[in-house]
């Protein structure tokens, strides 16, 4: 095994990020309710009947708060043990399924699968990019539609970038810092946390793996999984910009 294929294995978010994500991410002004509200909208402009939504990757369970209003009928599902621990508490009757996007079965479908903040990014190559899009598109329904959120576009990367983020509630502070560095279509994304609170400072490190891929490369992956697929690239301010790719299965597809 590779130390890049151990890293990516390391992705995998762990008690110390799973404790500070939600205070460092709303805190942020990450608008997870509007964002849901977005998904909404897109899947009912399609399918107005839909009523049922799988959230895959679904961290700790901020998005479907909110969808769970929305739709009669929600899930999530999260590789993590320390997020879908924290989603399952704060979503009570909410089924929230151990699973690797790149290969669950469930056993039913979904008017609408999503998998939002760039979980797909986590992905090697196309090969597992292709498995995660099939996996999550034997999940929707005939006619129901699949909304995946890439990560940042080969051609649009910025190699070096630097990220910083101080956070406050009371008896609390979060400080990390972050530096991207590309090789090829992998990005290293090495990031450093401080925090302090009453039992004194802790620091710890997360390095993920990434991989860049071009438009023309996730849509085919929608293309073959079954799913005729869309860029939005104009997604407004709640989603600071960034993209949506959807697709609407087409009836007859292959699970």
Same mark, same amino acid.
Request: glycine letters at 12%; a negative charge.
């Given at each position: 095994m590779t130390i890049d294929q151990i890293t990516r294995d390391a992705n995998v978010y762990g008690d110390d990020i799973s404790e500070i994500y939600d205070l460092l991410y709303l805190r942020r002004g990450k608008d997870y309710a509007g964002e849901?509200?977005?998904v909404t909208s897109l899947v009912r402009e399609r399918v107005p009947h839909a009523d049922s939504l799988l959230d895959v990757a679904c961290g700790t369970g901020e998005? @479907?708060?909110? @969808? /769970?209003e929305r739709f009669s009928r929600v899930e999530g599902l999260e590789l993590s043990d320390a997020m879908r621990a924290r989603a399952r508490a704060k979503l009570p009757g909410v089924a929230v399924h151990p699973g690797d996007i790149r290969d669950f079965r469930l056993g039913r479908v979904f008017d609408a699968v999503c998998s939002l903040y760039s979980t797909v990014g986590y992905m090697s190559g196309?090969?597992?990019l292709d498995a995660? +899009?099939?996996?999550?598109?034997r999940h929707v329904a005939p006619g129901g539609v699949l909304i995946v959120e890439p990560w940042y576009f080969r051609d649009g990367f910025a190699d070096g970038h630097i990220g910083d983020?101080? +956070?406050r509630e009371e008896g609390r502070t979060i400080a990390r810092v972050a530096r991207s560095a590309r090789d090829g279509d992998t990005v290293r994304v090495q990031a450093h946390y401080l925090v302090a609170d009453?039992?004194? +400072?802790r620091h710890f490190e997360h390095t993920q793996v990434m991989s860049l891929f071009? /438009?023309?490369?996730?849509?085919a992956a929608f293309e073959r999984a079954g799913f005729t697929a869309e860029c939005l690239e104009e997604t407004g301010p709640l989603l600071a910009g960034r993209s949506l790719f959807l697709g609407v299965r087409r009836d007859g597809s292959a699970r």
């Open positions: 849901a509200d977005i998005h @479907l708060k909110t @969808l /769970r196309t090969g597992e995660a +899009v099939a996996s999550m598109g983020d101080v +956070v009453g039992a004194g +400072v071009s /438009r023309a490369e996730y849509a």
